[in-house]
Nanobody, 113 residues
């Protein structure tokens, strides 16, 4: 299983960015797909996760600002990020969980003040 994340970049505070994560390879069943992030000097943290059934879970810090969605037919997950703040600056990683959890390469999101 390979995950290809895209969509990171530089944005001003208050702006928006969208991330996408496309999974490829032999995938028979997906439990969930998600996004994690790691800011400099901090531990990696869960941002959002979505199950195949559409249930979602968000970190408190992004609730109401970020939206995770998924296209099951394309094995692709999306993260729409609105009202970004400098505290959202991090490398964002997508994940796919079956029996194992697979990680994509990170994509940098930088929010300038």
């Amino acid at each position: 299983v390979q995950l290809q994340a895209s969509g990171g970049g530089l944005v001003q505070a208050g702006g928006s960015l969208g991330l996408s994560c496309a999974a490829s390879g032999t995938i028979f069943w997906i439990k969930d797909m998600g996004w994690y992030r790691q800011a400099p000097g901090k531990q990696r943290e869960l941002v959002a996760v979505i199950t195949t059934g559409g249930s979602t879970n968000y970190a408190d810090s992004v609730k109401g600002r970020f939206t995770i969605s998924r296209d099951n037919a394309k094995n692709t997950a999306y993260l729409q990020m609105n009202s970004l703040t400098p505290e959202d600056t991090a490398v964002y990683y997508c994940t796919l969980t079956t029996i194992n959890t697979y990680w994509g390469q990170g994509t940098q999101v930088t929010v300038s003040s």
